[in-house]
């Protein structure tokens, strides 16, 4: 039976067929060695010394003993500034290997990280606490510090300007469903938009939201919160992420909902990709109600006008009920009811008003006005000849006639004709 107290000292240990960036350090007590193996890996580089901001970083820990592990391993938290980690629910994968005749117990711990900016970093050490066998019924508990690491990030491609929002993932894809409170939409009814974006090698936490809610008049907008789920498997970290927006319709018409689109940077294949979701316009269907408050102002509008006009039409009855009517639509009327004796007339009160003359043919000597003149007089009088000989009278109400001008001389040489 040992009696003794075994010590443990950290030794660096280097491995053939092992990459530089592979730390290690060895304990060893007699025949009984405890070995602790660190180093980064991603999705595309098995030493990861520079990543891409938002890519998943995979800290490995291998811990071995040439006896066995006799109770559960603990790892220390990582706690380093600008690194984001998931260690809830880590499990250690355990396997054995053969060594120069020797059988080695291993626990293998992978412990996801990540950075949101540029920079260069360093992962301090970790304490690792384990407990093996040293001899039959005896067992030692002891605790390692890995090595330190570092490693560099930066975005990965130029394009990504932080302006839009962006993940980096193995795999990605991007869903939506739509769903509707009626076949037929009507004011009141609901459209609900469930979207979901899913990814390989990162965590909810990491992923942007898809889509942007939507507020507009036509609609109320209701967001439920966001739910983001984490899952391992086989090593393998998957995440996703669902909003769900519903809209309770306000008014009818036409309703689009725009394309959503997400950048995602690959980072097993390392390039640039759009996730896109296709927009949808709903028809909705008015109520009497939604209809009322939809086209008010302009109701409203036309209640107005039409009470303004009735106040028009009163004022103008009371106007000219102790007024002589327009001699404008005193032909007019005339010359609807076909009053021809009644047009006549008005155009010789026109014709004197506007020109003190009483002749028709003194106010012009143009021949179709001479011959307007006589038709005026005949039978072949219509209601286009009357409007047409008022216009002419009326655009010569500013422009002085010829004739006009010599009046008063034919008036002298009435009065006044010579011997």
């Known amino acids: 039976m040992m009696s003794r107290v075994f010590m443990f000292v950290l030794l660096p240990l280097v491995l053939t067929m092992t990459a530089p960036w592979v730390q290690a350090a060895e304990a060893s007590s007699d025949n009984?060695?405890?070995?602790?193996?660190?180093?980064?890996?991603t999705a595309s580089q098995k030493e990861a010394r520079q990543v891409a901001v938002n890519e998943m970083i995979t800290l490995h820990i291998d811990l071995a003993t040439s006896t066995w592990f006799t109770a559960g391993t603990r790892i220390g938290k990582i706690t380093d500034p600008g690194l984001m980690t998931s260690q809830r629910s880590l499990k250690a994968?355990?396997?054995?290997?053969q060594q120069q005749g020797t059988t080695w117990s291993h626990q293998s711990w992978e412990i996801p990280v990540?950075?949101?900016?540029?920079?260069?970093?360093?992962?301090q050490p970790i304490p690792v606490t384990v407990e093996v066998s040293v001899s039959p019924g005896q067992n030692q508990t002891a605790t390692f510090m890995t090595p330190e690491l570092r490693f560099s990030a930066s975005l990965p491609s130029p394009a990504l300007t932080g302006q839009r929002p962006w993940f980096a993932a193995s795999e990605a894809s991007l869903e939506q469903t739509w769903q509707q409170s009626a076949d037929a939409?009507?004011?009141?009814?609901?459209?609900?938009r469930r979207i979901t974006l899913k990814g390989e090698s990162t965590l909810a936490a990491m992923l942007p939201s898809p889509s942007?809610?939507?507020?507009?008049?036509?609609?109320?907008?209701?967001v439920s919160?966001?739910?983001?789920?984490?899952s391992t498997n086989r090593g393998l970290y998957s995440a996703s992420r669902t909003e769900l927006e519903t809209y309770v319709l306000q008014g009818g018409g036409e309703l689009h909902f725009p394309a959503i689109e997400v950048q995602w940077w690959d980072s097993q294949n390392q390039q640039l990709n759009t996730l896109t979701l296709e927009g949808k316009t709903f028809a909705v269907k008015h109520t009497l109600q939604s209809w009322l408050k939809f086209y008010a102002p302009w109701l409203i509008a036309v209640l107005v006008l039409l009470v303004l006009a009735l106040l028009a039409f009163q004022f103008a009855k009371r106007y000219f009920a102790s007024r002589p009517l327009p001699s404008r639509y005193l032909l007019w009327r005339a010359a609807r009811h076909q009053d021809w004796p009644q047009c006549r007339q008005l155009i010789y009160q026109r014709l004197y008003e506007k020109t003190q003359l009483s002749a028709l043919a003194d106010f012009s000597q143009d021949q179709r006005w001479l011959a307007d003149s006589q038709r005026l007089m005949s039978d072949q009088i219509d209601s286009r000849l009357v409007r047409s000989m008022w216009r002419k009278i009326t655009r010569r109400d500013k422009a002085q006639s010829p004739y006009q001008v010599l009046q008063p001389l034919r008036q002298l040489a009435r009065r006044y004709p010579p011997s």
Do not use: C, M
């Open 212 to 222: 942007q809610p939507l507020y507009d008049d036509a609609y109320q907008t209701y």
């Open 114 to 123: 990540f950075v949101t900016q540029s920079g260069q970093y360093v992962i």
């Open 93 to 97: 994968v355990n396997y054995t290997e």
């Open 225 to 230: 919160p966001s739910d983001l789920q984490d």
């Open 185 to 192: 939409l009507r004011v009141g009814d609901s459209i609900s």
């Open 32 to 41: 009984h060695r405890v070995v602790i193996k660190t180093w980064l890996t």
